[in-house]
């Protein structure tokens, strides 16, 4: 007992031997797990930054279209993504070691890029969703194509108003479908569409747009019927580059003698296109080249037209000179006499000045319809001032008929008289006029753009457009009729509002002025007429993109693999600015399935 205690005695204040060894032994633990977490995350800092390296490789095959074939690497033709990535390597030591020593997780595999080509489609889509979300208003534009590898493609893009006011058309997604019918194609938008606008955002969709192909515009069974029956909102609108095309096909394909003009104005370009030994005394005389002609886009057919025009003279030099020439063969020299016979026929140069005068505002009106950012009102003007160009150039017909026929010999070949001229002439104006009116008219919903039109504020702020009010209401529900008459009545009166040409130039002053609280009902409106589309023009460019991609990387690949392939080409601005863009690639990948290489920190 007195043993006990003088131990007990002695150990009085101090703590037992074995707590201490149990705490040496808890911090020894918690000293090894900071060390193994701090070992991992920097493993992982590592792993992310040879990742995010990859990424940028990725990225810019996909933003230039180029291929990433995977290739071994004794292979004498590594193609541009394994070179790429050897160039960055070469200025990373960190990926170059990788590289190097790696026997986990290398991360320049075709199953490693078509995950991370997923991963950056899921995230796109994940930020274009979220700004449709956001929008008040979104509308759709589909076209459909056969590719180069025969699948039938249907092309969704999606435009609307972002949170900066700007207008974005964003390429969505490329669709394969098994045929072009009405029946497959709306079922295809709409699967779509289900994910893009949950149940309660129905009434967002606000206008639909298609190449105008009779499957898709049918008013009782095409496309955008089948669309409207469950989307109430979604009025229909013909493209309008595309209403152009036809307006001047119109007027060429039912008069026989301009039908031929433009058939012989094409030889040109064709004659000079077979042989580099014609092409090359076209640039010793000429020094221009000729523009191919193109049947469905005016504006080649324009180009075409000045081109010739502009240098008539010096092509009749350039086949003279062919015709005098020894070193041509006999079909050239005889090509090259019947383009001099043209060139000096009387009805051809008129039909050339004729059509010189009318193409430039054809190419005004096409190319402000290629642009993303029109509307409804500065259509309307675009279209007023190109309907009130062509009876100004049909009023110079007869000025016309007589310079043309003031410094001609008569010819051989059977010539039209003045008289005959001038009645081709304006039966081609009139055709113009008349299909443009007919056209370019606005349907129902579109005549709301009439409401801010700004050369019409003086005429409505006296007499206030009821009936166009009222059509508005209908086609759009979701607007308040008072309220937005008390709106307007104001924006009339007010000089401010007059100068803007557009839709977007007076919605932007709204929002620089933050007066979109004050003119709710007003910006709605402009937010619907600025949503809608009045033209395809982007899914022309998406097709173009799928032709150069089917082209030049693969004919056949997954669809996922060509759709992310699509988006870092079409979207590559997004990509570049969007925020964190690798990170949340990284992030996704990681945990897309369990990973023998670490991505993930502690």
Not at 536 to 544: I, K, N, Q, V, Y
Not at 568 to 585: A, H, Y
Request: net charge neutral; with cysteine; hydrophobic share 40%.
């Amino acid at each position: 007992m007195h043993i006990d205690n003088s131990v007990k005695l002695a150990m009085l204040g101090r703590v037992n031997i074995a707590m201490q060894l149990d705490e040496g032994y808890r911090l020894a633990v918690k000293k090894r797990h900071r060390l193994a977490v701090k070992k991992h995350n920097v493993e992982v800092d590592k792993n992310r930054h040879i990742l995010s390296k990859i990424i940028d490789c990725v990225k810019f095959c996909g933003a230039f279209e180029l291929a990433l074939r995977d290739e071994t690497d004794s292979s004498d033709n590594p193609g541009v993504f394994k070179g790429l990535v050897d160039f960055v390597a070469s200025l990373d030591s960190v990926l170059e070691e990788h590289l190097e020593t790696a026997s986990v997780f290398k991360g320049t595999s075709k199953t490693v890029q078509n995950e991370l080509l997923d991963c950056m489609l899921s995230v796109v889509r994940d930020y274009i969703l979220e700004e449709v979300k956001n929008a008040d208003f979104i509308a759709i534009q589909a076209d459909e194509t056969t590719d180069i590898s025969t699948h039938c493609q249907l092309v969704l893009v999606l435009r609307y108003i972002d949170a900066s006011g700007n207008v974005q058309e964003r390429f969505f997604e490329y669709i394969t479908i098994q045929n072009a019918t009405a029946d497959t194609i709306a079922t295809a938008l709409m699967e779509r569409l289900s994910t893009i606008l949950p149940p309660g955002q129905t009434d967002k969709l606000i206008a639909q747009a298609y190449d105008g192909a009779a499957v898709m515009r049918g008013a009782t069974g095409g496309v955008q019927r089948k669309i409207l029956d469950v989307y109430k909102n979604a009025h229909y609108v013909h493209c309008y580059a595309h209403q152009l095309n036809l307006i001047m096909q119109k007027a060429t394909a039912r008069i026989p003698r301009i039908h031929t003009f433009f058939s012989e104005l094409g030889g040109f370009s064709a004659f000079f296109s077979k042989s580099p030994k014609r092409t090359t005394v076209l640039d010793q005389v000429v020094a221009h080249r000729l523009p191919r002609a193109c049947v469905t886009r005016w504006n080649f057919q324009s180009r075409v037209v000045n081109t010739v025009y502009e240098h008539k003279d010096d092509l009749l030099k350039c086949f003279q000179t062919i015709i005098d020439s020894a070193e041509f063969d006999p079909t050239t020299v005889r090509e090259a006499g019947s383009y001099v016979r043209l060139l000096e026929d009387e009805t051809f140069c008129f039909f050339l000045a004729l059509f010189h005068k009318i193409m430039p505002n054809v190419d005004v009106l096409f190319n402000q319809l290629q642009k993303r950012n029109i509307d409804p009102v500065f259509i309307k003007g675009l279209v007023q001032r190109f309907t009130d160009s062509i009876p100004k150039i049909r009023a110079s017909i007869s000025s016309l008929c007589a310079d043309s026929g003031s410094d001609q010999q008569p010819r051989k070949r059977r010539m039209l008289g003045p008289g005959e001229l001038q009645r081709l002439a304006t039966e081609v104006c009139d055709t113009i006029l008349m299909q443009a009116k007919e056209r370019f008219s606005f349907t129902q919903h579109l005549v709301s753009a009439t409401l801010l039109h700004g050369e019409l504020f003086p005429q409505h702020s006296e007499t206030f457009p009821e009936s166009v009010l009222e059509t508005t209401v209908q086609a759009y529900p979701m607007l308040n009729k008072d309220k937005l008459k008390t709106e307007l009545s104001h924006i009339y009166e007010n000089s401010e509002f007059k100068a803007c040409s557009g839709a977007v130039p007076m919605y932007q002053l709204f929002m620089e002025n933050n007066l979109q609280s004050t003119f709710t009902e007003t910006v709605s409106l402009l937010s619907i007429l600025i949503t809608t589309p009045m033209t395809t023009a982007e899914s022309e460019r998406c097709f173009s993109t799928l032709k150069r991609i089917k082209t030049f990387l693969r004919n056949t690949m997954t669809q996922d693999r060509l759709n992310a392939l699509a988006m870092l080409s079409m979207e590559k601005k997004l990509v570049r600015n969007m925020p964190d863009f690798n990170k949340k690639v990284i992030e996704r990948f990681a945990t897309q399935k369990d990973r023998r290489a670490k991505f993930l920190y502690k």
